[in-house]
């Protein structure tokens, strides 16, 4: 296991809480995470191990930079490749292009870690790793060796190009075609929303060959610098905002039909394969943030002083960071219950990632990091307070990696399904 020997070289890391330097940026003083909340209960002691060094990574390399990066709108590539050279590249690509060959579990343990530093940030490092393990998985050995290993060192960083303008959620209806001549495919059409477009290398992108539906789909990858490949303008966006997003436009852009993965018609369910991760790693950022507001929340109420007393001494207030608790834990769980389902490649793996995402997302959003919000008054209102932050760059979760609606579609169609 690649990450495992990168860790044994690492000094021992004592526990990310207590240290000089604060994981949050509103100056409150830290203490312990109490036991009932603890992320690395039920690990084993190696994922405990990585997962110490992603809350270091995220503590000192990612927090202090975390609102700078959002209110500059910076995508931090440096601090991006310091998190590959641990091994954040390209976790659960395999080892022989220089992936770190972890579980889904690690992975989704790491993200949650890597979030409590900045959310958008990990956000994208995990639709780069979405991308590096599709060509991994499905590329063949030519694909695999040319493209996984910089992707793995992000010496080359790479975006997910499904969502055309005119078909979001039904994705099955995409309109870029891609047009058979010669040893070449000719693209044209546009994809819409991509993190990263324009500031990344590698377009894993998903267009027609063939007929209408899910069956005429293949998948591309397009390289920067190729003719005919362009960019919209730089998105203003509410959270996101360490990385760039861009429409990806294709006119007559010539790609070598050595650059399909797998078969042609086979690009849906590619697609759906790697959103299947996707959505396990978008509800492990949406955890990350909301395991660090109910720190931040029960910090404010400890130190908060309302009608002569404490904001702690107050019974409403202690039932809802009661709440807020038992709601992230909950979350955890089923998140942490599906990443080994589709590891696995159970039957109920589809399913169980579209609950966990629904849940999970919604949960960490409106009962935890908003209520946490709630919970700092007036303040919380402030970009000075990281807790805005984590509420803003959370709420895109309910709707990228399929909304939150078409998860309940996915769920009820399992049930319903004999």
């Known amino acids: 296991m690649a990450l495992a020997g990168k860790l044994s070289q690492l000094p021992r890391l004592g526990s990310y809480i207590g240290r000089s330097r604060s994981l949050i940026f509103n100056r409150i003083q830290r203490r312990g995470i109490a036991s009932c909340i603890d992320p690395s209960t039920g690990l084993t002691d190696e994922q405990k191990e990585f997962q110490k060094v992603a809350f270091d990574f995220a503590a000192n390399e990612m927090a202090p930079h975390m609102a700078e990066w959002d209110q500059k709108e910076i995508f931090p590539v440096e601090t991006m490749r310091k998190a590959a050279a641990l091994g954040f590249g390209g976790i659960y690509v395999q080892p022989d292009v220089g992936g770190s060959g972890l579980s889904r579990l690690d992975t989704s343990v ?134 760039p997003t861009r429409a ?104 169980l990632c579209s609950m966990a995402k629904l849940f999970a997302t919604d949960e960490c959003f409106q009962q935890i990091c908003n209520q946490a919000l709630q919970m700092h008054g007036g303040y919380g209102y402030l970009k000075d307070y990281a807790v805005q932050q984590f509420v803003r760059d959370i709420r895109v979760h309910q709707i990228l990696e399929g909304t939150n609606e078409v998860m309940r579609m996915i769920i009820a169609r399992n049930l319903l399904t004999d």
């Open 248 to 351: 990806v436009i294709f006119e007559d852009c010539a790609v070598p039909v050595a650059n399909r993965l797998g078969q042609e018609g086979q690009g849906f369910n590619i697609a759906m394969k790697g959103l299947n991760g996707g959505r396990i790693n978008i509800a492990s950022c949406s955890l990350g943030a909301a395991h660090a507001c109910v720190q931040l929340a029960r910090d404010h109420l400890t130190v908060r002083k309302q009608f002569g007393e404490a904001l702690s001494n107050n019974q409403f207030l202690q039932f809802k960071l009661a709440e807020m608790a038992t709601r992230l834990v909950a979350s955890r769980l089923m998140v942490r219950e599906a990443a080994v389902a589709l590891q696995e490649n159970r039957p109920d793996a589809v399913a």
């Open 110 to 243: 790491i993200f949650e870690a890597l979030s409590t530093g900045c959310v958008s940030t990990t956000a994208y490092i995990s639709i780069h790793n979405m991308c590096a393990w599709m060509i991994d998985t499905f590329g063949n050995p030519e694909q695999r060796e040319k493209y996984c290993p910089d992707l793995c060192t992000m010496e080359r960083f790479a975006s997910y190009c499904l969502t055309n303008l005119g078909s979001g959620s039904d994705a099955a209806s995409l309109l870029t075609s891609a047009q058979l001549k010669g040893d070449h495919y000719v693209l044209n059409g546009s994809k819409a929303f991509i993190s990263g477009g324009g500031d990344t290398d590698v377009y894993v992108v998903m267009c027609r060959t063939g007929g209408k539906g899910a069956k005429g789909i293949s998948c591309l990858v397009v390289e920067k610098g190729t003719p005919g490949l362009s960019f919209g303008k730089k998105e203003k966006k509410v959270g996101w905002n360490s990385q």
